[in-house]
């Protein structure tokens, strides 16, 4: 009889770790798996278009370009098509999608608010401004600088628009050596409606084309694309990219509370000026190039947290892998749903992130609670 409840009491035990193992074994899955789904996405954004590329055309055309020949044949018109267009298109997607997302992620693990985003510290703001800026008045007022600079006034003003807001930002937030979070998300939102109303200035003193032009870059698109360009920006995407992840441990601990970090050993006031210092760069040079491309940063970080928890050891480079794939495949929708014209990738993302983001409010009221 005794062995009987035994039994009873481990297979009990058993059924009870099920859930946990299940979702030990999900979370372990979760990284390989948004790495096969971006490799997918790559493959279709390389070959799908115009001019069709299979999978192991693109492969041969790359190995090619090493000088490995494979024995497959491809035409000219392939090549050029894929190392002049798509190829960079996409690997500009990645870049822009990782960067986003995983900016995204810290933000959020900064605030210990899974609502914020990079635009709430001004990068996005800042950037339109000094966009707009450039568009109105460079051929007037700015146009000593657009004749020194060329095609690169446009993203090296909003760059710098984005990063300088960011900076103002962190200053006035900034009181006795100390970040308050609190002042730094209310003197965001300051900032940004006065961006806004220049740039709301910008649009009532533009002419047509000019108009048309603020609409465009504020939607976002990736057809700017080009080897030039990615050079260019690489080193500041890399800058968020490559040591954000390492502060997973740091930004877990904040999700305590500032005072508990700090009794685990962690220098809150360092890792704050990192976050803010590291997000300003990256998505103010992505801003740059590819003008606002709202969403991303916003509800990766999430879907990464009904998968994988809150460890940001997994939510990081999760975030930067499930953005990068995001992007990219919102871009081929952008650009293959209304050939010849291609659609903003900003309206696209807007479209998918939308009614996700509802659906998870109304999910978390059903159970009680709130984002």
Partial sequence: MAS??????????????????????????????????LVVVVLLGVGIGAVEITPSQAVSILLSELGIESGIAFEDRQQAVLMVIRLPRVIMGILIGASLAISGAAIQGLFRNPLADPGLIGISSGAALAAALMIVLGSTVLSGIVALLGDAALPLAAFGGGV????????????????????????????????????GMMVF??????????????LGSLGRASWDTILVMLPFLFVA???????????????????????????????????????????????????????????????????AGPDHRLVLPGSALLGATLLVGADLLARTVAVP??????IVTALVGGPFFLWLLLRDRAKGHLL
């Fill in 341 to 346: 014209a291609e659609i903003p990738i900003g």
């Fill in 241 to 307: 990219l490559v040591p954000l992840p390492f502060l997973a441990r740091s930004l877990n601990a904040l999700l305590l509370g500032e005072a508990e970090a700090g009794h685990l050993g962690v220098d809150v006031e360092r890792v704050k000026t990192l976050v803010i210092i590291m997000v300003a760069l990256a998505v103010g040079a992505g801003v740059a190039v590819t003008g606002i491309i709202g969403f991303v940063g916003l509800v990766v970080p999430h879907l990464m947290r009904l998968f």
């Fill in 205 to 218: 003193m533009a002419n047509d084309d000019q108009l048309r032009d603020i609409t465009f870059w504020s």
């Fill in 164 to 199: 300088l807001t960011t900076l103002v930002i962190y200053k006035l937030s900034s009181v006795g050596g100390r970040t308050r979070v609190a002042t730094m998300l209310l003197a965001g939102i300051a900032v940004n409606a006065i961006a806004g109303a220049g740039i």
């Fill in 4 to 37: 009987t409840h035994v039994a009873k009491r481990g297979e009990f035990r058993q059924k009870a770790d099920s859930p946990v193992q299940v979702k030990t074994l999900r979370v372990a899955l979760v990284l390989p798996a948004l790495l096969v789904a």
